[in-house]
């Protein structure tokens, strides 16, 4: 069974960048899209970006594009999520999982807490 760690977050002022990197334990990993999703207290987990198997297709939740780019190194089992020009909105737990089939998402890892101060 693939598992999920994320890490990299951490308290950032607005403006500034972070780098958000999730590693598999598994060789399986490889087989599936992967996504960024963040969470704040009192909403639901909504999506961030995606990116297929291979890398050859990313999507972006409107309020990201041209800031946040999703990217995977197979070879190392990583998926990252460069995260520019920050804003105060941007704060969360950020989390990656796994495509289900679906088009849903799950099998979360810990996550990874997201401060951006104004």
């Known amino acids: 069974q693939v598992q999920f760690v994320e890490s990299g977050g951490g308290l950032v002022q607005a403006g500034g960048s972070l780098r958000l990197s999730c590693t598999a334990s598994g060789r399986a990993y490889l087989i599936y899209a992967m996504a960024w999703f963040r969470q704040v207290p009192g909403k639901d987990r909504e999506f961030v970006a995606d990116?297929?198997?291979?890398?050859?297709?990313?999507s972006y939740a409107d309020s990201v594009k041209g800031r946040f780019a999703i990217s995977r190194d197979n070879a190392k089992n990583t998926v990252y999520l460069q995260m520019n020009s920050l804003k105060p909105e941007d704060t969360g737990i950020y989390y990656c999982?796994?495509?289900?089939?679906?088009?849903?998402?799950?099998?979360w890892g810990p996550g990874t807490q997201v401060t951006v101060s104004s």
């Open positions: 990116i297929r198997w291979n890398g050859g297709r990313t």
């Open positions: 999982g796994r495509a289900l089939g679906g088009g849903a998402y799950g099998a």
